[in-house]
């Protein structure tokens, strides 16, 4: 029977991020919530280096007034780089978005690029939606018996998300038997590999997912194609980096 007690707390970190926007090719982070693998939690106002559009204040509330003095990004780079190469695990809540945001302004703040293959993902979300299709707020009603206030704020969603994903693991340690690496491959399947839309894994194969070569495994003869691919504007850095490998 799988038990949480049998985890190394310092293999796991733990992500929630409010942006700017929903697009982490342009968009930024204005604010980090994440618990270390030391167990500390960062709880930072992030000065994106732009104006937050009205859309996003109405989801997170936090103005441009408010991260005007704060840090910028890079200042947390190098601490965030450490501590992302002590764990194996990758937590967050819909963990695509936290972790391309996380992505990409590393590798505008440093160069580093980060890779999916060096974690396993979890993610309570998904882990929750595979028993049952509910919003954070409704998982933690669902597991604590009580409301959850404080939506929106980094710090408070990632809090309840490391909660969440603890009290999962005791209720459904069925799910878990098999280990995280295996519950990966359940609740991700093929979406873990090349992060985007235009790529999935199948047997070891790399298949399109769209375009004319559609459900073909990708050759040596698609070449002049994925260089086309690599001059879009909204292919994601992972798609960038395979496609680079690969030519």
Same mark, same amino acid.
């Given at each position: 029977?799988?038990?949480?007690?049998?985890?190394?707390?310092?293999?796991?970190?733990?992500?929630?991020?409010?942006?700017?926007? +929903?697009?982490?090719?342009?968009?930024?982070?204005?604010?980090?919530?994440?618990?270390?693998?030391?167990?500390?939690?960062?709880?930072?106002?992030?000065?994106?280096?732009? %104006?937050?559009?009205?859309?996003?204040?109405?989801?997170?509330?936090?103005?441009?007034?408010?991260?005007?003095?704060?840090?910028?990004?890079?200042?947390?780079?190098?601490?965030?780089?450490?501590?992302?190469?002590?764990?194996?695990?990758?937590?967050?809540?819909?963990?695509?978005?936290?972790?391309?945001?996380?992505?990409?302004?590393?590798?505008?703040?440093?160069?580093? =690029? +980060? /890779?999916?293959?060096?974690?396993?993902?979890?993610?309570?979300?998904?882990?929750? /939606?595979?028993?049952?299709?509910?919003?954070?707020?409704?998982?933690?009603?669902?597991?604590?018996?009580?409301?959850?206030?404080?939506?929106?704020?980094?710090?408070?969603?990632?809090?309840?998300?490391?909660?969440?994903?603890?009290?999962?693991?005791?209720?459904?340690?069925?799910?878990?038997?098999?280990?995280?690496?295996?519950?990966?491959?359940?609740?991700?399947?093929?979406?873990?590999?090349? +992060?985007? /839309?235009?790529?999935?894994?199948?047997?070891?194969?790399?298949?399109?997912?769209?375009?004319?070569?559609?459900?073909?495994? =990708?050759? %040596?003869?698609?070449?002049?194609?994925?260089?086309?691919?690599?001059?879009?504007?909204?292919?994601?850095?992972?798609?960038?980096?395979?496609?680079?490998? +690969?030519?």
């Amino acid at each position: 029977m799988f038990s949480a007690s049998e985890l190394n707390p310092r293999e796991f970190i733990y992500f929630d991020f409010e942006t700017t926007g +929903l697009d982490p090719k342009a968009d930024r982070i204005c604010q980090i919530g994440a618990i270390l693998p030391d167990g500390t939690e960062l709880d930072v106002l992030i000065n994106p280096g732009c %104006s937050i559009p009205q859309s996003a204040i109405d989801c997170h509330g936090i103005t441009d007034e408010m991260v005007s003095s704060a840090s910028y990004f890079h200042e947390y780079a190098e601490l965030l780089l450490k501590s992302l190469a002590q764990v194996k695990y990758f937590v967050a809540y819909n963990f695509v978005f936290d972790f391309q945001f996380l992505q990409y302004e590393l590798h505008r703040a440093t160069g580093h =690029i +980060l /890779k999916e293959a060096d974690f396993t993902f979890v993610d309570p979300y998904l882990i929750f /939606k595979k028993a049952f299709p509910h919003s954070l707020a409704n998982a933690y009603k669902f597991y604590f018996a009580k409301e959850f206030k404080g939506m929106h704020n980094a710090i408070h969603d990632i809090r309840a998300t490391k909660e969440v994903f603890i009290a999962q693991m005791e209720k459904h340690s069925e799910l878990f038997s098999g280990g995280l690496e295996k519950l990966e491959s359940e609740t991700l399947g093929s979406r873990k590999s090349i +992060l985007g /839309k235009w790529f999935k894994t199948e047997d070891s194969k790399v298949i399109f997912t769209q375009g004319k070569y559609k459900g073909l495994a =990708i050759a %040596s003869e698609h070449n002049s194609y994925l260089k086309w691919i690599l001059g879009l504007d909204d292919i994601t850095l992972s798609e960038k980096v395979f496609i680079e490998s +690969l030519l």
